[in-house]
């Protein structure tokens, strides 16, 4: 079980006997009253977003997840197809299920899928990925002062904000957590 002081963000608890991953939380102290825990936890199965408050102390369920390394093979444009290695079974997820991984999702990539009760509910991707850039702005001479950036659509469709030295081709690192540029990767 867990209590309300070791939540954090991306912890996963059972809520009504359903999976839950905790979004945002936040700690609050009234000056009168007791302590209590205000939080935005969405449902696994459901992706639906629930604000909860819970009592300062209070503990929740750890749920039955388990997890399996696979494959992640190919899109069709609304599937997502991953393997499992060991078994050659393969799992199909729609596009709404991923969320935001979709956009750090590469072919023949490796993926922690998360299951409930025998069904995948969600998919972990490494906290970093290298991703290509496939559209940008030409470089602009002379605009190297510190601040600003231009937008850079990535070889999986996300765009991100980038140094103005950077250009069609170019291999970036991306926090896949924040959506952000980290670097450019030396080839």
């Known amino acids: 079980m867990y209590a309300t002081t070791e939540f954090k963000k991306g912890l996963k608890i059972e809520y009504n006997g359903k999976p839950f991953v905790i979004v945002e939380f936040q700690?609050?102290?009234?000056g009168k009253g007791s302590a209590f825990v205000r939080t935005r936890i969405r449902n696994l199965e459901t992706a639906q977003v629930l604000e909860v408050t819970f009592k300062a102390g209070d503990k929740v369920n750890v749920p039955d997840l388990e997890y399996k390394e696979m494959q992640y093979l190919y899109n069709d444009g609304q599937n997502y197809t991953f393997?499992?290695?060991?078994?050659?079974?393969?799992?199909?997820l729609k596009k709404e299920e991923?969320?935001?991984?979709?956009?750090?999702?590469i072919e023949n990539s490796m993926?922690?899928?998360?299951?409930?009760?025998?069904?995948?509910?969600?998919?972990?991707?490494d906290n970093f990925v290298e991703l290509k850039v496939t559209e940008t702005q030409p470089n602009i001479k002379g605009d190297t002062s510190g601040g600003g950036g231009?937008?850079?659509?990535?070889?999986?469709?996300l765009t991100v904000t980038v140094p103005f030295h950077i250009s069609e081709g170019d291999i970036l690192k991306i926090d896949t957590r924040t959506s952000e540029y980290v670097e450019k990767v030396k080839k």
């Open 27 to 30: 700690h609050v102290n009234p």
């Open 98 to 105: 991923l969320d935001d991984a979709v956009y750090f999702l």
């Open 83 to 92: 393997m499992d290695l060991a078994t050659y079974d393969q799992i199909v």
């Open 150 to 157: 231009k937008p850079a659509k990535l070889e999986t469709g």
């Open 111 to 125: 993926i922690k899928v998360t299951f409930f009760q025998g069904r995948p509910v969600a998919v972990e991707v």
